[in-house]
């Protein structure tokens, strides 16, 4: 089984920096197509990042070049640094995974159950 | 970007009825359309991939269907667990892009 267990999240200025975390078991984070996914509270989820099979990144224009999506592959974990943090990145994020790309055409079948990160003064 | 409109934003059925939620790209995406399931603080599950195809261990009274740009997801024989948010996400392009979301109410 294919699990994931998000981490990393906490109450921060705006303005500071936070990194998430996403341990993977059952997949390799290398070769995995892998997402965050961010709820903000009471509202819809939002896309915000993907690192895919082949070490591509790519970022919702709210957050490019504010976050950086990267993977230790020997650790197994996914990271999502996030700088110049705003109240607006206010959200639980979740880590979720296409466990077979070509399968489920990128459809994110395995998540985690997320990590709430909180922008505030 | 892919636009996904999602209607309605809410909905009420009984038990044994049936849903019909829908989601409009602003381009056609290949059946690149995915169905979640959110229930309160939990994390989204899959119910639906590429428009049509039920994940494993979904119910069958899940379905998905499409027409061009037009996604549809039925429920059929309503039960009370089936309370809960539903969102479309279409994968057919970076950004990826979710719609609004169907709170349920059984």
């Known amino acids: 089984d294919v699990q994931l267990v998000e981490s990393g999240g906490a109450l921060v200025q705006p303005g500071r920096s936070l990194r998430l975390s996403c341990e993977a078991s059952g997949l390799a984070v290398g070769r995995g197509y892998l997402n965050w996914v961010r709820q903000a509270p009471g509202k819809g989820l939002q896309w915000v990042s993907l690192s895919d099979e082949d070490g591509r990144m790519k970022y919702a224009d709210s957050v490019k070049g504010r976050f950086t999506i990267s993977r230790h592959n020997s650790k197994n974990v996914l990271y999502l640094e996030m700088n110049s943090l705003t109240t607006e990145d206010t959200a639980v994020y979740f880590c979720?995974?296409?466990?077979?790309?070509?399968?489920?055409?990128?459809?994110?079948?395995?998540w985690g159950r997320g990590t709430t990160v909180t922008v505030s003064s | 970007d892919i636009q996904v409109t999602q209607s309605p934003s809410s909905l009420s059925a009984s038990v044994g009825g049936r849903a019909t939620i829908t989601c409009r790209t602003s381009?056609?995406?290949?059946?690149?359309l995915n169905w979640y399931q959110q229930k309160p603080g939990q994390a989204p599950k899959l119910l639906i991939y590429?428009?049509?195809y039920l994940y494993s261990g979904i119910p069958s009274r899940f379905s998905g269907s499409e027409s061009g740009t037009e996604f549809t997801l039925t429920i059929n024989s309503l039960q009370p667990e089936d309370s809960a948010t539903y969102y479309c996400q279409q994968s057919y392009a970076s950004p990826s892009t979710f719609g609004q979301g169907t709170r349920l109410e059984i």
């Open positions: 979720a995974a296409s466990t077979s790309a070509t399968k489920y055409n990128y459809a994110m079948d395995v």
């Open positions: 590429t428009a049509t």
């Open positions: 381009q056609r995406i290949s059946s690149f």
